[in-house]
Nanobody
Framework: QVQLVESGGGLVQAGGSLRLSCTAS????????MGWFRQNPGKEREFVAG????????YYADSVKGRFTVSRDNAKNTLDLQMNSLKPEDTAVYYC?????????????????WGQGTQVTVSS
């Protein structure tokens, strides 16, 4: 079992930045691809960013490309998401997730473990 806990959410003005962090426990996440998803009430959970096991391949949803950066520290069992140039449409609950899948992992069913989520609100 892997337990994931997100932190760093909050309220920010449009154009601002936030950094989300996810700390894993229970098992080392070295064997897991990691990702960030987000969800608003009544909508499907959507992929935001993912990173492979070693951390040398990151991939993003088109909506955040060029603004968000995902990174991981396997020694610390952590995953981060740096979010810059935030827009009101980035408002959502953000979830950290871990996957045993191979390659680029961007779909909800491909992820095995999920955190509880952290709220990000971007005001206009």
């Amino acid at each position: 079992q892997v337990q994931l806990v997100e932190s760093g959410g909050g309220l920010v003005q449009a154009g601002g930045s936030l950094r989300l962090s996810c700390t894993a426990s229970g098992r080392t996440v070295t064997n897991y691809a990691m990702g960030w998803f987000r969800q608003n009430p009544g909508k499907e959970r959507e992929f935001v960013a993912g990173i492979n096991r070693s951390g040398n391949l990151a991939y993003y949803a088109d909506s955040v490309k060029g603004r968000f950066t995902v990174s991981r520290d396997n020694a610390k069992n952590t995953l981060d998401l740096q979010m810059n140039s935030l827009k009101p449409e980035d408002t959502a609950v953000y979830y950290c997730a871990a996957s045993l899948g191979l390659g680029t992992v961007g779909r909800v069913p491909e992820y095995d473990y999920w955190g509880q989520g952290t709220q990000v609100t971007v005001s206009s």
